[in-house]
């Protein structure tokens, strides 16, 4: 995979178990976002070559920028590695957080 030209926007993430909207700025990732609303996730590359990261999605659309997941389950959307990828701008990802 080539890797692309990505533009950072902010995007909102709804954290299910905590019933917490969050809103994740263009310039944090999605998993510093969810350290800052008190979550603890676990991470080790945080370059998405890992997986360490991962978390389940209920819903929304991911801009997956990972490394590890192929491309069935990146189609899946059910997985996201919190460290790279993100949810879109004007959408909500719905988090198993």
């Known amino acids: 995979a080539v890797p692309q030209d990505w ?3 902010p995007f909102t993430a709804y954290l299910s178990r905590r019933k917490q909207e969050i809103t994740v700025p263009a310039d944090k990732t999605l ?3 969810v350290r800052e609303a008190g979550v603890v996730i676990d991470s ?3 370059e998405g070559l890992c997986s360490t990261c ?3 999605v209920i819903s929304g ?3 997956h920028r990972d490394q590890v997941l192929n491309d069935k389950e990146k189609a899946a959307g059910d997985r996201i590695l919190t460290c790279v990828s993100r949810g879109l701008p004007d959408e909500r990802l719905v988090l198993d957080l």
């Open 31 to 33: 998993l510093e976002a």
């Open 61 to 63: 659309p991911i801009e």
């Open 7 to 9: 533009k950072n926007e």
């Open 44 to 46: 080790s590359c945080e």
């Open 54 to 56: 991962l978390c389940r």
